[in-house]
T-cell receptor, first 115, second 114 residues
């Protein structure tokens, strides 16, 4: 069964600083990979996704993520964090084999941005 | 355009009661998903519909949980004999149905069982 690990429960950065959120997955092959953001009272919003091709993917709000097969990782990055980026971030994997369509999520990383 | 909507946004009930949670997917989306998110956790899959049929219900925790989508659009998640451990945010998502299609999430229903 697939699984996702987000080792950092909470990260604090200063506004304008760079950000990297870690995500490691366990899956038999190359999965579909996603990063979602959840703000209080809001639904999950997709930041970016990887299906195939270029391992560096660009998303919305200036985020990017890099798929590294050798490390089973899909870390999320942003060069300069804005106060509005404070939220909870979830990494997820999707099964590309068979008929399964559900996503398996990590437990999330809460991001605090200091002024 | 309209996104995924869920009603009610909050539901408080007493242990042992029956509840229904509703999801209106994005128009034209054939796939619909229910997830449950407990405090401090990521969403956990419950059930997936393709059209009117439940294609995968492997995430339903027990037979107190049931979901329907009779006309292939709106879905209702039904929980019988609620327990305090059922307290969570229940999320609904919809997509165009393929494995590589983005799932669009609703704002969720926060269920509290007293």
């Amino acid at each position: 069964a697939q699984s996702v690990t987000q080792p950092d429960i909470h990260i604090t950065v200063s506004e304008g600083a760079s950000l990297e959120l870690r995500c490691n997955y366990s899956y038999g092959a190359t999965p579909y990979l996603f990063w979602y953001v959840q703000s209080p009272g809001q639904g999950l919003q997709l930041l970016l996704k990887y299906f195939s091709g270029d391992t560096l993917v660009q998303g919305i709000k200036g985020f990017e993520a890099e798929f590294k097969r050798s490390q089973s990782s899909f870390n999320l990055r942003k060069p300069s964090v804005h106060w509005s980026d404070a939220a909870e971030y979830f990494c997820a994997v999707g099964d590309r084999s068979g008929s399964a369509r559900q996503l398996t999520f990590g437990s999330g990383t809460q991001l605090t941005v200091l002024p | 355009g309209a996104g995924v909507s869920q009603t009610p946004s909050n539901k408080v009930t007493e242990k042992g009661k029956y509840v229904e949670l509703r999801c209106d997917p994005i128009s034209g989306h054939t796939a619909l998903y229910w997830y449950r998110q407990s405090l401090g956790q990521g969403p956990e899959f419950l059930i997936y519909f393709q059209g009117t049929g439940a294609a995968d219900d492997s995430g339903l925790p027990n037979d107190r949980f049931f979901a329907v989508r009779p006309e292939g659009s709106v879905s209702t998640l039904k929980i019988q004999r609620t327990e305090r451990g059922d307290s969570a945010v229940y999320l609904c998502a919809s997509s165009l149905g393929g494995a590589n299609n983005e799932q669009f999430f609703g704002p969720g229903t926060r269920l509290t069982v007293l």
